[in-house]
């Protein structure tokens, strides 16, 4: 995984459809680094399209907003994105947000849901 400002991403593939894990705060620091990232992911070839979060240990509102954005992408590029969310804190940030309503969170990288 690459390191910088709190975050560490890599971008894997899972049985065809590419995941891009991070690792740590996703905060106005490391946005611009986790926000690249997400672009990168989504002009991946794949229909599904999943970010690995179970490692992340904070996210602030710019980090929502990166989120809110790959969203915006993905659907424009008629692409499916994915949240793996096992955080009990993040999916309640979610939850409280009301974006659980918007964004596809699942428990694992290989979950459908």
Known sequence: MAEEAGIEVELSDHGGIP?????GEIDVASAPRFQASVTD???QSSD?????????????STGLGVL????????AAD?????VVTQPHVRRLL??????????????ASDQG
């Open 68 to 75: 809110i954005d790959a969203e915006k992408r993905s659907r």
């Open 19 to 23: 995941v891009l894990s991070v690792r």
């Open 95 to 108: 939850e409280l947000t009301g974006l659980d309503e918007v964004l596809s969170v699942v428990a694992s």
């Open 41 to 43: 992911l989504v002009g």
């Open 48 to 60: 599904t399209l999943i970010v690995d979060m179970s490692e992340i240990t904070f996210i602030d």
């Open 79 to 83: 692409k499916s994105l994915r949240l």
